[in-house]
Structures are given as C-alpha cells and as structure tokens.
C-alpha cells in the first residue's frame, strides 16, 4: 500500500444527520497484535465549517448521569467517546435553521464509534448509559461560563426521547435549575 492510499483510507467521510449543521464521522480502527490506532478527528473532515480547535477537555460520568442540554453563542463542539457509551440528545434551537427544533439522539462509544459535531445554537447534551468518558474539541476557550447556557433536558415542548423508560437521571446542580425554552427569553436563546 502506498502513503497516498494510506492516507486516502484515513480520510473519512462525515455523514449529514436530521439537523441542519450536525454531522457525524465514523471512526476506523486499524488493529494489529499490538493494539489498535484511530484518528479520532480531522480538521479537513469539515471543509465545509472554518473553525480552528483552540481547546480539548475531557468529562468523565458515572452511569446514569446526563449533562445538559447545553448550547453556544460562540463555540462548536466536537464529541468523541474512547470509554463507555452515551446516548446524545440534541434540538435545533436556532430559529432560522430549516430544522429549527427538530431533535435527534444517538448512542456513540463502545460499538458506535463515532465522532459528532455540533454547531451553535444546537442544544446538547449525553446521557452515560455505562461509565464513560467523554472528549470533546472546542473552538472556543472557556470563559469562565458566560457562554454556559441550558435549557432543561425533559422539556415537553421539545420532547426529546433518551430513551430512559421512566429513570431518574443524575443531574449537577446546574442542570436541574436549566428552564423551559418557553421560559428562556429570546435575547437569551440562539439566534
């Protein structure tokens, strides 16, 4: 195999999902005896998207935690799960989007092993279904939260299905005070 073909292979294609800007990248393994190599993330996967990666963190949760939904004013989010499974919960909250308040969830980790990119002004947020860690690249340095905002995870009008079957999720103090979009006023909400 030539580099250009190696090269070629490691290049991956991002796949559209329902809300207008998200998309998902699948994640090749190439495993040998000594272990496994992936790329978790290419810059050129979204030439579409001008953003430079100025931050990555790192959130460890306990199964049966969910964090969020949160969304941005000025920060792209890039997720990728290495340990563990989470489902993710996501709604367009932009009001001019051509899929404004459509939702979507999706299990990525373990076997889904997959990257997801989210743009501004589309909530999100993980529920852990196991122990996990979760990476995720940002566009922004965090700014001692002024670009923190949440909308609650169980808001009937958004009716996002994560798949719970009547469990109590653990939520950080934070969450559990997140309002209704109803409640949310405009100037605070993505536009």
Same mark, same amino acid.
């Given at each position: ?12 294609? +991002? ?6 800007? &998200?998309?998902?990248? #699948? ?26 990666? +100025?931050?990555? *963190?790192?959130?460890?949760? %306990?199964?049966? &935690? ?29 009001? *001019? ?10 299990? +990525? @980790?373990? %076997? ?8 501004? @002004?589309?909530?999100? @947020?993980? $529920? !852990?279904? #196991? ?6 690249? &940002?566009?922004?340095? $965090?700014? @001692?939260? %002024?670009?923190? *905002?949440?909308?609650?995870? *169980? ?11 009547? !469990? ?7 969450? &559990? ?6 409640? +949310? ?7």
């Amino acid at each position: 195999m030539t580099m250009k073909d190696e090269t070629t292979q490691l290049l991956l294609p +991002i796949h559209p999902i329902t809300i207008e800007g &998200v998309y998902v990248a #699948t994640i090749r393994a190439y495993e040998d005896e000594r272990g496994r190599f992936m790329e978790t993330f290419r810059r050129e996967w979204f030439p579409t998207v001008n953003w430079d990666r +100025i931050q990555s *963190n790192r959130s460890d949760s %306990k199964a049966g &935690v969910l964090r969020g939904l949160h969304y941005h004013h000025h920060q792209i989010d890039y997720w990728y799960v290495p340990r563990g499974l989470v489902r993710v919960g996501m709604v367009d909250l932009r009001p *001019n989007s051509k899929t404004y308040m459509v939702t979507h969830t999706m299990e +990525i @980790g373990e %076997k889904h092993n997959l990257g997801v990119f989210i743009p501004i @002004g589309v909530a999100h @947020g993980f $529920y !852990a279904v #196991t122990d996990a860690t979760l990476m995720y690249t &940002v566009n922004n340095y $965090y700014n @001692g939260g %002024k670009d923190e *905002n949440g909308v609650a995870w *169980n808001d009937p009008d958004i009716n996002l299905d994560w798949g719970l079957n009547g !469990a109590s999720p653990l939520l950080s103090p934070r969450d &559990v005070q997140n309002r209704f979009l109803r409640d +949310i006023p405009p100037e605070e909400r993505p536009q």
